[in-house]
Each structure stands twice: as C-alpha cells, then as structure tokens.
C-alpha cells in the first residue's frame, strides 16, 4: 500500500467475536466478543474486551447481531466506538477506509438490513470509503497465498465450509468470486451447540441456563467429534476407569477462582486413547476415588451433591457436535454437513465438481473440535463418486482465517478503486453501495 494511501481498518464482525486490527498485518489487534454484558454484582454495562476479565457467572449478553444479521445498530455503535477507541486511538475513523465481513446475502435481501450498517460506517463514524466482502473469498484468498504451489491457487477454485457462530455456510469459490447460486446454508452453529449443551448439563445435573460464557469454555475444552457414535455411546455407559470420557470441569465460586477449568487434564485426554492410539492416561487419586461412587451409580439412582461446585461430562462431549452432522436426530429439519456440501457443489457446473471436492476449506470456530476434519471426510466419501478425490483442509488458525484474507486484500495496490466512496453514498444512498458488492 503506498503511503498516500489510506489506512485500513479490516473489521471481521462476527456474530459471537470481533476481529479488528489494521490491514497489511498478520494477527488483528483485538479479538472480543461481539457483546455487551450485565450482571448482578454490578450495575455498570460491560462492553466487547471487559466481558473476559470478569467472572463470567450471571452474565446477561446483549448482541448486536441475530443468525447474522444487524438487528441493534445503536448497540453495534457503542461496541464499534469502544474498541477504535480503546484499541485503535491512532488510526480515526475518518481519514482511514474500512473493509467489513458480512454473511452471504446478508445485504441483498432487504433494504431495512443494508441501510442500517452503511449508516454506521458513513455517518457514525465517517469512514472515507468501504469494502464489504463475504468470508468465503476472502478465505479462499488467503489460503491461495499461503500455498502458491497448492491445488486451490492452481486451480483458483475452492469449497469454502465455514461453520460460525450462528450457522454453517458452504460456499463454492471461483476465481476469488463466491458463487452466490451455490451457497447453501445450515442453520447450525457455534450458539446452537452451546445452547445444546447448556440444556443437557442443566437436565443431569445443575441448571446452567444463564451461564452461556461458561457452557462455552466448557464446549471448547472438553467436545470432541465422534467417529464411531455407537461404540463411543456403549463406552460412555462404563462405570469407572472403563469409562474414557468422564471428566470433571471446576465451576467458579467466585472466591478462590473466578474462571471455571478442567479439574484433570490427564482424565479429559484419556479419550485420546481411542482415537488417536495414545497410551491410556493414569487415572489420578482422584479419580480412582470416584470409582466406587461410578458403581454406585450402575446400580441405582445416584444422588446429585448441589454443594460440589462441579459437573461430570461423559456422552455430551461428543453428542453436542453430532449436531453438525446429525442434526435430524435431533428433531431438526436440517441436512448433516456433508449432505450440505454435496447440494452446493452440485448446484456448480460439472467441470467444476472434482476440484471442488479436491479444495475443501474448513473454517470458523467450530471446525477447531478435534477430529472434525476426519468425521466429516468419513461421512462425504460415500456420496461422493467414486473417480473423486476428496481432500479437506483446515485452516491453521480457523478464527483469525478470515481477517487475514481481509487483511492481505487490504493491501493490495488497487483496493481503493474496489471501494464505495462516502461521496457516492451521499449521492445515491445505501442501495448503490449494496449493488456494488453484491451483484
């Protein structure tokens, strides 16, 4: 970028986290969630960054965005204003441009979506220009510059499956332009398995409804993808040291320690075991302890102890991100991931379906559980045919994957001719700027 240039803001609003930082660098400056908080031990509205350097207990989140779209502008502003300020004092909105993620169709659908958010970013805060992007190019951009020599930039053409915050889009990629008759989308994602696992901890042991900065942490340190979902399930059903998949997760108390953690680290891993043909962990003294009272258990009702500032996990580890793939057996009226997959490659034109296969990208948080890549690959080859090869890859940091294809289009020397202009918003309104990105 040469330095007439103006500097760039490139601004990944997600639906549960906020990637901001300046284009041309590799990391953001700032990850936060998207979110304002209160709780009941303070009267003071927590904003984006506060959120994590508190107890995360009774917190009641407020977000700007629902399955996508911007629904609270006014709360949006108070974030987006919060962290410029805070974390970007050097760099006014006003003499620098912005690039902003935004779902697929996010901005084409209705006029009452699209012109809230070209006010915040023209009136609010004055930006001179801005560039609005769906993730899946900027993804595929990203990961076409990382690997020269890979299929995805031989070939300019890719499957990007980003599984986000609140769904899951599968997005064919062709020449860094989405193709937008191929998108498909899964309403599932990292809030619904949240909300899943809040309702089964809440259902076997404690109510953890209002906890969902918890239930999260929770999610992301002990849920894992099953390969085999019938012998993980008679596994699960073990009593003891049999039993691979309990574990124990520490709840705060608000006193000796404010964040919840994993009581054993060893008694989480031991499922490794299975999977990945690590030796079997050595049951702590703990554990060995808690063997008999797994018997008990067996044999009768055992009676849950409201003073153990604890939970057990067992088979929710592994049945709340079956949801992606299953979510029929649920009771949802949704296709598995795979299934989603294939109806969006076959929406593309022939030629185009076994590099298609062959450049699967995996992105968004909820691709991070282990062995996701593996279930995944495992339910997409029997419908796939058989003279295609499938390969998937993941990014090597999924959250962050798409501010950096932000963050590397930023730079480039004719980013600013891509942009809509303040001055042609103020002539033809938020209609033409949404014409421009999304054709």
């Known amino acids: 970028m040469s330095s007439s240039s103006p500097t760039v803001i490139v601004l990944d609003n997600g639906g549960g986290y906020i990637k901001l930082g300046i284009g041309g660098e590799r990391d953001p400056t700032v990850v936060v969630p ?138 064919p990629v062709f020449q860094n332009f989405t193709l937008n008759y191929g998108v498909k989308r899964l309403d599932l994602g990292g809030k619904a398995l949240t909300n899943y696992l809040k309702e089964l901890v809440s259902y076997r042991s404690i109510n ?103 939970i057990n996990l067992t088979n929710e580890r592994f049945l709340v991100p079956e949801m992606i793939f299953r979510p029929a057996d649920l009771g949802m009226n949704e296709a598995g991931l795979a299934e989603c997959i294939v109806r969006s490659v076959n929406s593309c034109h022939p030629l185009l379906h076994p590099v298609l296969y062959e450049s699967i990208i995996l992105t968004g948080g909820s691709t991070l559980f282990p062995h996701f890549a593996k279930r995944l690959e495992q339910e997409l080859r029997p419908l796939v045919p058989d003279d295609y090869q499938v390969k998937i890859t993941t990014q090597e940091d999924p959250i962050l994957g798409v501010w950096r294809g932000g963050s590397l289009l930023a730079s480039s020397p004719d980013f600013e001719t891509m942009c809509a202009t303040k001055f042609e918003y103020e002539e033809e309104g938020s209609a033409r700027c949404s014409r421009r990105f999304f054709q």
């Open 34 to 171: 998207n979110s304002t908080a209160r709780s009941t031990a303070f009267k003071k509205t927590l904003i984006a960054d506060e959120i994590t350097s508190v107890d995360p207990t009774s917190l009641t989140l407020r977000r700007p965005l629902d399955r996508g779209y911007l629904t609270n502008p006014d709360l949006q502003r108070d974030i987006w204003a919060h962290l410029f300020k805070t974390h970007l004092p050097q760099t006014p909105p006003d003499t620098s441009s912005l690039l902003l993620t935004q779902p697929p169709f996010s901005l084409s659908l209705s006029p009452s979506l699209r012109r809230p958010l070209f006010e915040l970013v023209f009136e609010d805060f004055g930006f001179r220009s801005c560039f609005v992007s769906d993730s899946a190019s900027l993804v595929h951009l990203y990961e076409a510059s990382r690997n020269p020599d890979g299929v995805v930039s031989r070939s300019q053409c890719s499957m990007v499956v980003d599984c986000g915050f609140s769904f899951t889009h599968c997005a």
């Open 208 to 310: 953890v409804m209002d906890e969902t900065l918890l239930i999260d942490h929770v999610k992301e340190k002990l849920c894992f993808v099953s390969t085999d979902v019938p012998r993980d399930l008679q596994i699960a059903r073990k009593s003891g040291k049999d039993n691979l998949f309990k574990c124990t997760y520490v709840l705060p108390d608000g006193i000796t320690h404010t964040k919840g953690f994993v009581k054993d680290e060893n008694e989480a891993q031991r499922y490794r075991s299975v999977y990945d043909g690590v030796p079997d962990f050595p049951m702590s003294e703990k554990e060995d302890m808690d063997v008999d009272e797994d018997e008990e258990m067996s044999n009768g009702k055992k009676k849950i102890d409201l003073t153990k500032n604890e």
